[in-house]
């Protein structure tokens, strides 16, 4: 990484140069007038979104924004006063939301929401999502909520314990994962480690970390797509099944794990996959390459693949399943 | 969708066709000739001053209209009946010469002509003598290189490239670009040979200049359509520049000053009239002028080109010579910052290597041959190295050093044989065969550590794919009625990659119809195919374009392409019309997924960096062009359509080919004002490039903004329309001569568009934030000298 780092500041001074003797002008190229229209993201889970869930996963947390114009430089505020739905496919509705406060570390308030009835979702069934709020047209999306995943098997291989300066420990090692593919149909994953204490429970302040391994013989090296994502900050990593679709996937990570020096250490590690719908894959997928490139001038455009009605943004649900490993004392 | 293999039944096995086409040739009408008792004259044409070899001099009997042309070598063959014979010998910007025998043996002559120092201009013909209305080609542009030197250029440096991009069907990518973009087609879809050998990447300088130094440049032909099958491996053109030979005669010597670079020319005998040489180099010196003015503090930046021709030619005999050429050119920008604990040096190089050793042979009076074994190379390099000076925990000083290189290339070794067979003059067979072995390097890693961390070590990343490329050929130039000429032949491509193997049969036919004396009708289909493909930003054209293969993911590219015409004279040849419309579809293009960059690209995962789609494209080219007279120029006009459609960019829409122009216009004149001075003018407009941009925003989640990019390529840049100007006077010397040149570029100052960037900020008048667009330009009004001598 670091060396892809250095090459691409070379690249970005080597631009640089090409604008050296240019000049600049003000132009008006003529875009058209923009409607502004509601961005949504939410994820509707298979298991109940409580309090803790979203302080696990805040990327899933209901959140409601709206678009402008390119030329207008205006912030973009969240969107208090939507009305959200979700109806599953007789017409009833399943879950409304109310007003809530962002669970995500340094979120603003504005724009997010829960779920009042902590409906969960199915998998194999069809639901609907309808946003509306005043002055904009109301967006829909739809999605069939994949099916479970079954036979998720994993281990994890201390290799060392340091407690540097700091208020953090640090356990690492290698996690191995086994993971069964359906090959009746195309499958979307997101991979997830969760730190948890001797009752199961997450504090939502130890971390799980996916690190750059340096041994090019691990298991599993070929399938480079495949990696964790992370927990409270960051976009997701999602991988489709298209070199093992059908197999069973296995495949070896290094990861570090960070917990405070005060408190007691983690007992379990908890793997969660989850099975996303080819449309919650595609948008995050160009959301995280989006990011990704802010600053590559090289890199090609990025569209965030978006599967709403009359707006931007994605409606996505997802089938969980994990495998609890006891950590080493 | 265009089929990769035909499903004519006969033509299944290609060995049939190819045999069938030789078949058809043979019993053709021209075949006749076989029965009457002929007799053959052949040799050479050559400059009587310099012994120089002259291309595509006519050679006709004007008692009954037959007659030939030479070939890249200067090399002619002639089967006439026995007969008393009047041979003319006729070179644009030479004296006719005219050769009177009764022929009643076969015989070898060659001609010496001699320059009559009349501008040579622009021929839109298939060879340079042979008449526009008669040519079987179509599509075809030879560029005299006196005609190049006469016309304006950008800092005073002339430019081969330049002067096609003001030719019809042949656009430049903007700004100052040298990139040719012909009919609808990319620039890695153009065979550009130097002396028979691959050149990858054609320009300097940003794409500013062309690789080509006009001073040891003899011929620069470039075909747009109805390619004949001795030219394969590219889908839109084949740009065939031969460099000089060298003076068989005396020594001689060209040399020129300008406002950024200097070059000199040397040619002359190393055996009189049995050896030749020419070298020629050429380095611009910006980085050495600016120096003086750079603050060290700031760091200290500069960037150079250089190019050197070498070319050597040695007469074995009557009937053999060889010819070794070569040339090399770098472009390199260099960056340095020092303060007392870093040196931090970085730079960014690209450049070509090529040589070629060709053997012709004259086999017989009816056949020639040429053997050519070439090789060419194409890199850019990126690389930094950093000197960092600290004291340790024991007070010493020590030292780490730390470099990176990331590297891109592509070489080539092959070899062909092309033979030039004569029968009579209504056939003008060619066929040979090529062989080509490509390594591809997309992208390699090398970094090196003094003191590497624990567990890191000094390493290279790099993979390596290696395809061979073959083709065999024949085409046949058959007059068979003295109104209808057509050149039908067949290639047959192949190639092998990743243990898979790709075959294209290739059939190419054009033909001229003569209507009456002034008309002429024309038309040409040609398949084409394409094993290597280019990888580029959509963005900025750039040398970091990656070169790769074709491969077992990676179809090869395809092209199918029809151009219909008419050509016509005027004022008694003074001047000549043709209007040429053309449809290209192209089939298995790549494209950069989006997202994707080339940066890390170490190994093969550049195939899952592309994705593969179609393009079409359309137009009509009308060109008008004065050839004689004090005042000569022509006007070119282009209205095109351009476009690509990709499943898995814009949401699988079609869109717009960035170089999509739907209106291209070049207006070229040149004025003999004195016998020793020449005006000459250039104005070009061209419609707008398209782009991408951003139309609205939105949030996503907290500090979390998303541009919404709209339909791709779907805004357009403001037109292009640049005018430039050019006095060149000459004054003759003792020693020989010198010339004046001024030139003034974008004479009317006009702020071309080169990108559009947005930039983000406050009203001035409310203090609400804003967006603007910002137009970058790169070449204001640039007055130019150089003064070149000849000697």
Same mark, same amino acid.
Not at chain 1, 47 to 68: A, C, G, R, V
Not at chain 2, 529 to 543: K, R, V, W, Y
């Given at each position: 990484?670091?060396?892809?780092?250095?090459?691409?500041?070379?690249?970005?001074?080597?631009?640089?140069?090409?604008?050296?003797?240019?000049?600049?002008?003000?132009?008006?190229?003529?875009?058209?007038?923009?409607?502004?229209?509601?961005?949504?993201?939410?994820?509707?889970?298979?298991?109940?979104?409580?309090?803790?869930?979203?302080?696990?996963?805040?990327?899933?947390?209901?959140?409601?924004?709206?678009?402008?114009?390119?030329?207008?430089?205006?912030?973009?505020?969240? *969107?208090?006063?939507?009305?959200?739905?979700?109806?599953?496919?007789?017409?009833?509705?399943?879950?409304?939301?109310?007003?809530?406060?962002?669970?995500?570390?340094?979120?603003?308030?504005?724009?997010?929401?829960?779920?009042?009835?902590?409906?969960?979702?199915?998998?194999?069934?069809?639901?609907?999502?309808?946003?509306?709020?005043?002055?904009?047209?109301?967006?829909?999306?739809?999605?069939?909520?994949?099916?479970?995943?079954?036979?998720?098997?994993?281990?994890?291989?201390?290799?060392?314990?340091?407690?540097?300066?700091?208020?953090?420990?640090?356990?690492?090692?290698? *996690?191995?994962?086994?993971?069964?593919?359906?090959?009746?149909?195309?499958?979307?994953? *997101?991979?997830?480690?969760?730190?948890?204490?001797? %009752?199961?429970?997450?504090?939502? %302040?130890?971390?799980?970390?996916?690190?750059?391994?340096?041994?090019?013989?691990?298991?599993?090296?070929?399938?480079?797509?495949?990696?964790?994502?992370?927990?409270?900050?960051?976009?997701?990593?999602?991988?489709?099944?298209?070199?093992?679709?059908?197999?069973?996937?296995?495949?070896?990570?290094?990861?570090?794990?960070?917990?405070?020096?005060?408190?007691?250490?983690?007992?379990?590690? %908890?793997?969660?996959?989850?099975?996303?719908?080819?449309?919650?894959?595609?948008?995050?997928?160009?959301?995280?390459?989006?990011?990704?490139?802010?600053?590559?001038?090289?890199?090609?455009?990025?569209?965030?693949?978006?599967?709403?009605?009359?707006?931007?943004?994605?409606?996505?649900?997802?089938?969980?399943?994990?495998?609890?490993?006891?950590?080493?004392? | 969708?265009?089929?990769?293999?035909?499903?004519?039944?006969?033509?299944?096995?290609?060995?049939?066709?190819?045999?069938?086409?030789?078949?058809?040739?043979?019993?053709?009408?021209?075949?006749?000739?076989?029965?009457?008792?002929?007799?053959?004259?052949?040799?050479?044409?050559?400059?009587?001053?310099?012994?120089?070899? $002259?291309?595509?001099?006519?050679?006709?009997?004007?008692?009954?209209?037959?007659?030939?042309?030479?070939?890249?070598?200067?090399?002619?063959?002639?089967?006439?009946?026995?007969?008393?014979?009047?041979?003319?010998?006729?070179?644009?910007?030479?004296?006719?010469?005219?050769?009177?025998?009764? &022929? /009643?043996?076969?015989?070898?002559?060659?001609?010496?002509?001699?320059?009559? /120092?009349?501008?040579?201009?622009?021929?839109?013909?298939?060879?340079?003598?042979?008449?526009?209305?008669?040519?079987?080609?179509?599509?075809?542009?030879?560029?005299?290189?006196?005609?190049?030197?006469? $016309?304006?250029?950008?800092?005073?440096?002339?430019?081969?490239?330049?002067?096609?991009?003001? $030719?019809?069907?042949?656009?430049?990518?903007?700004?100052?670009?040298?990139?040719?973009?012909?009919?609808?087609?990319?620039?890695?879809?153009?065979?550009?040979?130097?002396?028979?050998?691959?050149?990858?990447?054609?320009?300097?300088?940003?794409?500013?200049?062309?690789?080509?130094?006009?001073?040891?440049?003899?011929?620069?032909?470039?075909?747009?359509?109805?390619?004949?099958?001795?030219?394969?491996?590219?889908?839109?053109?084949?740009?065939?520049?031969?460099?000089?030979?060298?003076?068989?005669?005396?020594?001689?010597?060209?040399?020129?000053?300008?406002?950024?670079?200097?070059?000199?020319?040397?040619?002359?005998?190393?055996?009189?009239?049995?050896?030749?040489?020419?070298?020629?180099?050429?380095?611009?010196?910006?980085?050495?002028?600016?120096?003086?003015?750079?603050?060290?503090?700031?760091?200290?930046?500069?960037?150079?080109?250089?190019?050197?021709?070498?070319?050597?030619?040695?007469?074995?005999?009557?009937?053999?010579?060889?010819?070794?050429?070569?040339?090399?050119?770098?472009?390199?920008? #260099?960056?340095?910052?020092?303060?007392?604990?870093?040196?931090?040096?970085?730079?960014?190089?690209?450049?070509?290597?090529?040589?070629?050793?060709?053997?012709?042979?004259?086999? /017989?009076?009816?056949?020639?041959?040429?053997?050519?074994?070439?090789?060419?190379?194409?890199?850019?390099?990126?690389?930094?190295?950093?000197?960092?000076?600290?004291?340790?925990?024991?007070?010493?000083?020590?030292?780490?050093?730390?470099?990176?290189?990331?590297?891109?290339?592509?070489?080539?070794?092959?070899?062909?044989?092309?033979?030039?067979?004569?029968?009579?003059?209504?056939?003008?067979?060619?066929?040979?065969?090529?062989?080509?072995?490509?390594?591809?390097?997309?992208?390699?890693?090398?970094?090196?550590?003094?003191?590497?961390?624990?567990?890191?070590?000094?390493?290279?990343?790099?993979?390596?794919?290696?395809?061979?490329?073959?083709?065999?050929?024949?085409?046949?130039?058959?007059?068979?009625?003295?109104?209808?000429?057509?050149?039908?032949?067949?290639?047959?491509?192949?190639?092998?990659?990743?243990?898979? &193997?790709?075959?294209?049969?290739?059939?190419?036919?054009?033909?001229?119809?003569?209507?009456?004396?002034?008309?002429?009708?024309?038309?040409?289909?040609?398949?084409?195919?394409?094993?290597?493909?280019?990888?580029?930003?959509?963005?900025?054209?750039?040398?970091?374009?990656?070169?790769?293969?074709?491969?077992?993911?990676?179809?090869?590219?395809?092209?199918?392409?029809?151009?219909?015409?008419?050509?016509?004279?005027?004022?008694?040849?003074?001047?000549?019309?043709?209007?040429?419309?053309?449809?290209?579809?192209?089939?298995?293009?790549?494209?950069?997924?989006?997202?994707?960059?080339? &940066?890390?690209?170490?190994?093969?995962?550049?195939?899952?960096?592309?994705?593969?789609?179609?393009?079409?494209?359309?137009?009509?080219?009308?060109?008008?062009?004065?050839?004689?007279?004090?005042?000569?120029?022509?006007?070119?006009?282009?209205?095109?359509?351009?476009?690509?459609?990709?499943?898995?960019?814009?949401?699988?829409?079609?869109?717009?080919?960035?170089?999509?122009?739907?209106?291209?216009?070049?207006?070229?004149?040149?004025?003999?004002?004195?016998?020793?001075?020449?005006?000459?003018?250039?104005?070009?407009?061209?419609?707008?490039?398209?782009?991408?941009?951003?139309?609205?925003?939105?949030?996503?989640?907290?500090? /979390?903004?998303?541009?919404?990019?709209?339909?791709?390529?779907?805004?357009?840049?403001?037109? #292009?329309?640049?005018?430039? $100007?050019?006095?060149?006077?000459?004054?003759?010397?003792?020693?020989?001569?010198?010339?004046?040149?001024?030139?003034?570029?974008?004479?009317?100052?006009?702020?071309?568009?080169?990108?559009?960037? &947005?930039?983000?900020?406050?009203?001035?008048?409310?203090?609400?934030?804003?967006?603007?667009?910002?137009?970058?330009?790169?070449?204001?009004?640039?007055?130019?000298?150089?003064?070149?001598?000849?000697?």
């Amino acid at each position: 990484m670091k060396m892809l780092q250095k090459t691409a500041q070379l690249a970005a001074a080597f631009l640089a140069v090409i604008s050296f003797s240019a000049c600049e002008t003000v132009v008006e190229v003529p875009i058209p007038a923009h409607t502004p229209k509601l961005a949504v993201r939410y994820m509707l889970p298979d298991q109940e979104p409580d309090t803790l869930f979203y302080q696990l996963f805040p990327q899933y947390q209901p959140y409601i924004n709206h678009s402008q114009s390119i030329y207008s430089g205006a912030e973009l505020k969240g *969107v208090n006063d939507a009305m959200l739905t979700v109806t599953d496919q007789h017409g009833n509705v399943v879950e409304t939301f109310k007003r809530s406060n962002g669970f995500g570390y340094g979120a603003s308030d504005d724009g997010y929401y829960e779920p009042v009835t902590r409906f969960k979702a199915q998998p194999g069934q069809k639901y609907t999502l309808s946003v509306s709020a005043p002055n904009y047209e109301t967006v829909t999306g739809k999605l069939t909520m994949p099916s479970a995943l079954s036979g998720l098997r994993a281990s994890f291989q201390k290799i060392s314990a340091e407690e540097p300066g700091g208020n953090f420990a640090i356990v690492q090692g290698r *996690v191995s994962i086994s993971l069964p593919d359906n090959g009746s149909e195309n499958n979307y994953y *997101v991979l997830y480690g969760v730190l948890l204490d001797d %009752r199961y429970v997450a504090n939502g %302040r130890d971390v799980f970390q996916e690190e750059t391994d340096e041994d090019a013989a691990l298991v599993g090296n070929e399938f480079q797509n495949i990696h964790f994502s992370p927990i409270l900050y960051g976009d997701a990593n999602p991988f489709d099944d298209k070199t093992f679709n059908g197999n069973t996937v296995s495949f070896t990570r290094k990861a570090m794990l960070y917990y405070g020096k005060a408190n007691t250490p983690p007992r379990y590690l %908890r793997i969660y996959v989850h099975s996303i719908t080819e449309d919650t894959f595609k948008f995050l997928k160009s959301l995280k390459m989006y990011n990704d490139n802010g600053n590559n001038p090289f890199a090609e455009q990025t569209r965030v693949l978006g599967n709403l009605e009359k707006g931007y943004g994605y409606f996505g649900g997802f089938t969980s399943t994990y495998f609890d490993i006891e950590l080493p004392k | 969708m265009i089929p990769f293999f035909t499903r004519l039944h006969l033509f299944r096995k290609p060995g049939n066709l190819l045999a069938f086409a030789c078949l058809f040739l043979l019993l053709s009408p021209g075949a006749a000739w076989a029965q009457q008792a002929k007799f053959t004259i052949n040799g050479f044409v050559r400059d009587k001053q310099t012994g120089e070899n $002259l291309i595509g001099v006519g050679i006709f009997n004007p008692k009954t209209g037959q007659g030939t042309t030479t070939n890249n070598y200067g090399f002619y063959s002639i089967t006439l009946p026995q007969d008393s014979i009047s041979l003319i010998v006729s070179y644009l910007g030479y004296e006719r010469l005219s050769f009177n025998i009764f &022929l /009643n043996r076969d015989l070898e002559q060659n001609f010496n002509l001699t320059a009559n /120092n009349e501008l040579k201009t622009v021929e839109i013909v298939g060879t340079k003598e042979e008449k526009i209305r008669e040519s079987t080609r179509m599509s075809t542009i030879s560029v005299p290189i006196a005609q190049i030197k006469t $016309l304006p250029a950008l800092f005073g440096e002339v430019d081969v490239l330049k002067t096609l991009q003001l $030719l019809p069907g042949v656009q430049s990518g903007g700004e100052g670009s040298t990139g040719l973009y012909v009919r609808g087609g990319s620039p890695d879809q153009n065979l550009i040979l130097l002396d028979g050998t691959p050149v990858y990447n054609a320009s300097h300088l940003f794409g500013f200049f062309s690789v080509f130094n006009a001073d040891a440049l003899n011929n620069v032909e470039l075909i747009k359509g109805g390619f004949p099958a001795r030219y394969g491996g590219r889908l839109s053109s084949v740009l065939d520049i031969n460099m000089k030979e060298g003076n068989m005669k005396e020594f001689q010597g060209e040399a020129s000053v300008g406002i950024i670079a200097s070059k000199v020319t040397l040619e002359g005998p190393i055996k009189e009239d049995k050896a030749s040489f020419i070298v020629s180099a050429r380095r611009t010196y910006i980085d050495i002028l600016a120096r003086p003015f750079m603050n060290k503090e700031n760091g200290v930046f500069g960037y150079y080109f250089y190019d050197l021709n070498g070319k050597v030619n040695y007469k074995i005999s009557q009937r053999d010579r060889l010819y070794l050429s070569a040339y090399t050119g770098y472009d390199k920008f #260099y960056g340095q910052f020092d303060d007392s604990e870093l040196e931090d040096k970085m730079h960014v190089g690209w450049g070509n290597l090529t040589s070629a050793l060709r053997w012709n042979r004259i086999i /017989n009076n009816k056949l020639f041959a040429n053997t050519h074994l070439t090789y060419t190379k194409y890199q850019f390099d990126i690389g930094n190295e950093q000197t960092t000076q600290f004291r340790n925990d024991r007070g010493e000083l020590e030292t780490e050093k730390f470099s990176l290189n990331y590297f891109s290339n592509i070489r080539d070794f092959s070899l062909k044989t092309d033979f030039d067979y004569t029968p009579s003059t209504n056939h003008y067979i060619r066929f040979g065969a090529q062989y080509i072995k490509h390594s591809f390097k997309p992208g390699a890693l090398q970094i090196e550590e003094s003191n590497p961390e624990p567990g890191a070590a000094n390493n290279n990343f790099f993979s390596q794919t290696l395809g061979h490329e073959s083709g065999v050929y024949v085409e046949d130039d058959i007059k068979i009625t003295d109104l209808l000429k057509v050149n039908a032949g067949l290639r047959l491509a192949g190639f092998y990659v990743d243990k898979k &193997l790709y075959h294209s049969l290739e059939p190419r036919v054009s033909a001229r119809f003569i209507l009456n004396e002034n008309w002429s009708a024309k038309a040409s289909y040609a398949r084409t195919s394409q094993f290597i493909h280019l990888l580029t930003n959509s963005g900025i054209d750039l040398p970091t374009d990656l070169w790769v293969p074709a491969t077992g993911k990676v179809r090869p590219q395809l092209a199918d392409q029809v151009a219909l015409g008419v050509t016509r004279t005027l004022f008694d040849e003074a001047v000549e019309v043709s209007i040429e419309s053309y449809y290209k579809a192209m089939n298995h293009l790549i494209e950069y997924s989006e997202g994707a960059d080339f &940066l890390g690209t170490t190994d093969n995962n550049w195939q899952d960096k592309v994705t593969s789609g179609e393009g079409w494209s359309y137009g009509t080219e009308f060109f008008v062009q004065k050839k004689l007279g004090k005042t000569t120029g022509w006007v070119g006009y282009t209205l095109a359509w351009a476009n690509r459609k990709f499943p898995e960019l814009n949401g699988g829409e079609m869109y717009p080919y960035k170089y999509d122009r739907r209106h291209d216009i070049s207006i070229v004149v040149s004025h003999q004002l004195k016998d020793n001075i020449t005006v000459s003018g250039t104005w070009v407009y061209g419609t707008g490039n398209a782009v991408t941009l951003a139309e609205a925003r939105y949030g996503i989640g907290s500090y /979390n903004t998303i541009e919404d990019i709209g339909s791709r390529n779907k805004f357009r840049m403001a037109p #292009y329309h640049r005018l430039d $100007l050019s006095l060149n006077q000459t004054k003759k010397k003792k020693w020989g001569e010198t010339v004046n040149s001024f030139s003034i570029y974008n004479a009317y100052n006009r702020k071309n568009p080169y990108f559009l960037r &947005l930039e983000e900020g406050y009203d001035t008048g409310n203090g609400r934030p804003t967006a603007v667009f910002k137009q970058i330009s790169l070449f204001p009004i640039l007055p130019s000298f150089s003064k070149s001598f000849k000697f």
